[in-house]
């Protein structure tokens, strides 16, 4: 099963760009958790709180396809170095802000997530130009598997801060771990020789060049797009429900438990996911994770008061354990489908669904909570969850796909030279 992983490890800068890029997000998982306190205290509600941290989300998703271009066409080191500095700066503002202004926190976080980092969507361009067939997979659920690190980490640091200085302090720990980790990745970029665009692949001259097609005009793309936004509004109202739970027994380090099993389970998932061989298999792994989520409705309160939370650990163990392998199939299934040239515009328009999925998460399972408890909340994220994995039965495969046409051989390689991959099962 380790043998997919090492092939990948041993391919030069992968592991340098993997690592630099995971420092780079390391502020996501951690950065609702700070902001829903923060703004809960501020004025005593959920739903108030989703919606700032939501505008957060909703600020990266607007610009996703952009940013995503900017990096196909221009220097991917600079773009990421720009973004995180305006990003940290709009953290350290809202962390000193007064509580009587709050109103102004739904601005200043769609602001300041317009400029997120954007290390996601350009590592994941870049794989397919750096490996092939099974390495491809097997990186893709390696990346996926160790973001689920992240989910452990950066919700324990967080909600640790939290609990011991306030949110404020939380949220300035995060703006500069996030600009600290951008100048990091944007040097591993540099050293790997890959900030540059992707040279666009030859097209046999016909006396004129072929249009520039929008990218919504592929139908995988189109419902992988759909399918990761109601995917991740799922994810993130399980988050959301975590920290309304812990809140409401006023014990904030339960965040730090649950959130980190949830991950831990995801993060076994995917590992042994990422050592499968064949391909993987996107209607079964979708369908496990809304399952995963459905079985934790019954188990939360108002439906069943535990005498601790701790008593759902071993179920959030087995639920997440779906997370990391569905996404890794969501992304290889996109990189394989994209255009070679415009890679990063695709996984800037999934970051954008994903994006719109969290900001739709936070004020919508936030009400959910704030009118049937945290078992509503726990349901509208099931009932999400399960819409995607409906929707991931019309994902074409890459064969299917003519966005997917020029992909078969990564970068550098010529035609009909390259490697090839042997046909093998889905898995």
């Known amino acids: 099963m380790l043998s997919n992983y090492r092939r990948v490890f041993a391919v030069p800068h992968v592991l340098s760009l993997l690592t630099w890029s995971l420092v780079a997000r390391f502020y996501m998982p951690g950065l609702m958790i700070a902001v829903t306190f923060l703004v809960e205290g501020w004025t005593g509600s959920y739903t108030f709180a989703g919606l700032v941290a939501g505008a957060f989300t909703l600020g990266m998703a607007l610009v996703g396809p952009l940013r995503g271009r900017m990096a196909d066409r221009g220097d991917s080191a600079r773009l990421v170095l720009v973004c995180s500095a305006v990003f940290s700066a709009g953290l350290l503002a809202l962390a000193l802000m007064p509580g009587s202004l709050w109103w102004l926190a739904v601005p200043l976080a769609l602001f300041t997530g317009a400029f997120g980092s954007p290390a996601n969507q350009i590592v994941r361009a870049l794989w397919p130009r750096l490996t092939f067939g099974a390495e491809r997979n097997a990186i893709y659920a390696a990346e996926a598997t160790t973001q689920e690190l992240l989910f452990v980490f950066s919700p324990v640091l967080t909600a640790g801060v939290v609990a011991y200085a306030g949110p404020r302090w939380a949220l300035s720990l995060l703006a500069v771990l996030a600009l600290a980790g951008a100048v990091g990745f944007a040097l591993s970029l540099r050293r790997a020789g890959v900030a540059a665009p992707a040279p666009a692949p030859e097209v046999p001259a016909t006396g004129a060049a072929a249009p520039r097609r929008s990218l919504l005009r592929y139908p995988a793309l189109c419902v992988l797009l759909l399918m990761s936004l109601l995917m991740i509004c799922g994810i993130v109202g399980v988050d959301l429900v975590i920290v309304a739970w812990a809140n409401e027994l006023d014990s904030p380090q339960y965040v730090m438990v649950l959130a980190s099993v949830w991950a831990l389970g995801s993060l076994v998932g995917g590992a042994v996911a ?21 079985v934790l409705v019954p188990f939360t309160p108002p439906v069943v008061h535990l005498p601790t939370p701790l008593w759902i650990t071993p179920l959030l163990l087995l639920s997440g354990m779906a997370i990391a392998p569905t996404v890794a199939a969501v992304m290889g299934r996109l990189g394989d489908v994209s255009p070679p040239d415009r890679r990063a515009e695709a996984f800037g328009w999934l970051a954008s669904g994903m994006g719109v999925g969290s900001a739709a998460a936070g004020p919508m399972i936030g009400a959910l909570i704030d009118g049937f408890g945290v078992a509503g909340g726990a349901a509208g994220a099931a009932v999400v969850a399960a819409l995607a994995a409906a929707l991931s039965l019309f994902v074409p495969s890459a064969a299917e796909d003519p966005a997917s046409a020029g992909t078969g051989a990564p970068e550098g390689s010529e035609p009909g030279t390259g490697p090839t991959a042997p046909a093998v099962p889905e898995s």
């Not at 499968?276 to 459905?294: D, K």
């Open 274 to 294: 990422g050592g499968l061989r064949g391909r993987p298999r996107l209607v079964r792994r979708s369908l496990a994770a809304a399952l995963g989520l459905a």
